[in-house]
């Protein structure tokens, strides 16, 4: 099959639109450059933190981005969260610092081991038979504390994370499964409810990318990524909902899109019905804004961590 806009050989095919190499490539940056004007994603006063693990929606997410702030000089970084996880993270750790060298990248690692002397292997089993928690659910609770933590430390105005259609829509059907409306209103290509001096707004410039596009993508730009999974994946909620979409999209072409679109003709009403007009809390051990008085992630902290450095 040759490309709809030349006669090279196509490399991708998506309800009936055929690309070769250069044209899904401009198609990819194009689609991502839309994003981030559509959503004043960013301007020239921002200092830019992109969230990444050197995995392929992370390394898309951060060539794209850098190359966006290059080309309208805004000031950026890239900001790793190593949690330990051994065979797995240690490896996507190293193809990330050669990934940032080669595009003059800076790049700052934040280590679970390093900062609180614990990894997250050496938690896992602690976690799952004392507190009945998964690795998922502790990894995302302090994934999200820490990116945001050391954002803002590092002065980020906005932080950048790999976030894309799949994830989109798997997070919409979880919070809808679950019954938490709520959750889905704080969704988006800019997500939250409403700012505060002690959160970095986040932003997903990845939105409308699909992940076989992404990693289509990652393949034509030849970066060094592994494409094997966290090993604790297969112990999460979003791996039995992304299956079942995966299902669906094979059956149905384009129903995740269409999920994600018809998501963000209500997410306005979402956000209206849901927006906070109460004052925050805020964490009585580290000043983070929360709901009670101590945030999950202290929480989890003094559950977990075996001592702190």
Known sequence: MKCHKCDQKAVYKNQGLLLCKNHFLDYFEAKVFKTIKKYKMFSNEDTVCIAA????????????????????NINHFALAIDEGIAGYRDHTIEDL????????????IISFKEKFGSTLDQVREKALKEYNKKPCTVCG??????????????????????????????????????????????LGPITGLTTNDKFVPRVKPLYFISEQETRLFCLLKEFKVDFTECPNIGLSFRA????????????????????????????????????????FSYCEKCGEPCTGKVCNACLLEEQLVVRKI
């Open 53 to 72: 693990s050197g995995g392929k929606d992370s390394l898309a997410v951060l060539y794209m981005t850098s190359q966006y702030c290059k080309k309208y």
């Open 97 to 108: 610092k050669e990934f940032c060298e080669r595009y003059d990248i800076r790049l700052e």
């Open 141 to 186: 609770i302090l994934r999200r504390t820490y990116l945001n933590r050391y954002a803002l430390k590092l002065n980020a105005t906005k932080l950048v994370t790999g976030h894309n259609l799949d994830d989109e829509s798997q997070s919409f059907l979880m919070n809808t499964l679950l019954g938490n409306m709520r959750h889905n209103a704080s």
């Open 240 to 279: 039995n909902v992304r299956d079942q979409l995966n299902e669906i999209e094979n059956k149905f072409p384009g129903a995740k899109n269409g999920m994600v679109n018809a998501f963000l003709e209500i997410l306005p009403t979402l956000k209206e019905k849901y927006k906070e007009t109460k004052p």
